[in-house]
C-alpha cells in the first residue's frame, strides 16, 4: 500500500451518525494532515497532529495517531449532509527523501452523508 | 486575507499546445508547492520552490515540465506540448516562512487542465 493509504474508499452514513475513516502510512512522519475536498474543489485543511501528538480535537472533529501502528483515524461526530467530501490524510517525512518537502497524499475516502 | 488564488480554474488546450498555470501565494507565504491529482486518485507532489529557487523537484516530470517563482508575481507551472495524459488538476499550496518542520500548507482551488 502506498504512503499515506486511507480506510474505507467509501462510506455511505446517515445524517446525524459518527463518521470514521482510517489512514495507514509506511514511513517515520513529522507530522499527519486531514484535507477534505468536495466535488471538483479545492482541499480545505482540516487538522494537523504531530508525530508527539496521540490525538487532537477541533470541533466535530477528533483525530489520533499512533506511530507504533503508522496509523491514524478522522472521526466526524454529529455528521451533516454538509460533511458530504472527499477526506485524505496526508503525511509529512522529510527524511524520507524523494519528495521529501511535499505532502504525500492518499486516494482519499469519500464520505456520503444521508439525510 | 485572500487565500491562495490560482488561474485559470479551467484550461482547455489542444495537444501540442502549452499550458501555464499561474499561483498566488497567501499573502506572507514564501513556499509555494505544486501538486497533480489524477480522477479518482489523490494529489501527488510535483514541486516545491520559495522565492527565485526550486528547492525540490523529485516529483516533477524530467521533459516537458517546469516551473518557476520569480521575485516578483505569480509562480507558473508550464507544460510544453501536452499530451492527453496531462489532463488533471493541477492544485498549488502555500505556507508560511515560520511553518518549518510543520510544513502546514494551504491549498488553492485548483486548475483544471483538459487536453484534447
Known amino acids: 500500500s502506498q504512503q499515506g493509504e486511507e480506510d474505507p474508499q467509501a462510506l455511505s452514513i446517515q445524517e446525524g451518525e459518527n463518521a470514521t475513516m482510517n489512514c495507514s502510512y509506511k514511513?517515520?512522519?513529522?507530522?499527519l494532515q486531514w484535507y477534505r475536498q468536495n466535488s471538483g474543489r479545492g482541499l480545505v485543511h482540516l487538522i494537523l497532529i504531530r508525530s508527539n501528538e496521540r490525538e487532537k480535537h477541533s470541533g466535530r472533529l477528533r483525530v489520533t495517531l499512533d506511530t507504533s501502528k503508522k496509523s491514524s483515524s478522522l472521526l466526524i461526530t454529529a455528521s451533516r449532509a454538509a460533511d458530504t467530501a472527499s477526506y485524505f490524510c496526508?503525511?509529512?517525512?522529510?527524511?524520507?527523501?524523494?519528495?521529501?518537502?511535499?505532502?504525500?497524499f492518499g486516494k482519499g475516502t469519500h464520505l456520503i452523508i444521508q439525510p | 486575507n485572500a487565500g491562495v488564488m490560482q488561474n485559470p480554474r479551467h484550461l482547455v488546450r489542444r495537444r501540442g499546445q502549452e499550458a501555464r498555470l499561474r499561483c498566488s501565494p497567501m499573502k506572507g507565504h514564501s513556499h509555494v508547492y505544486w501538486y497533480r491529482q489524477l480522477p479518482e486518485e489523490g494529489l501527488k507532489f510535483m514541486v516545491y520552490l520559495q522565492k527565485e529557487n526550486i528547492i525540490d523537484e523529485s516529483g516533477m516530470p524530467k521533459e516537458r515540465f517546469s516551473a518557476e517563482f520569480p521575485k516578483e508575481g505569480p509562480s507558473i507551472l508550464r507544460i510544453q506540448q501536452v499530451v492527453r495524459g496531462d489532463s488533471a488538476a493541477y492544485f498549488c499550496?502555500?505556507?508560511?516562512?515560520?511553518?518549518?518542520?510543520?510544513?502546514?500548507?494551504?491549498f488553492g482551488p485548483g486548475t483544471r487542465l483538459t487536453v484534447l
Open positions: 514511513t517515520s512522519i513529522n507530522n
Open positions: 499550496a502555500s505556507s508560511p516562512p515560520t511553518s518549518g518542520a510543520l510544513n502546514e500548507q494551504f
Open positions: 496526508a503525511t509529512y517525512s522529510p527524511y524520507s527523501g524523494g519528495g521529501a518537502d511535499g505532502l504525500t
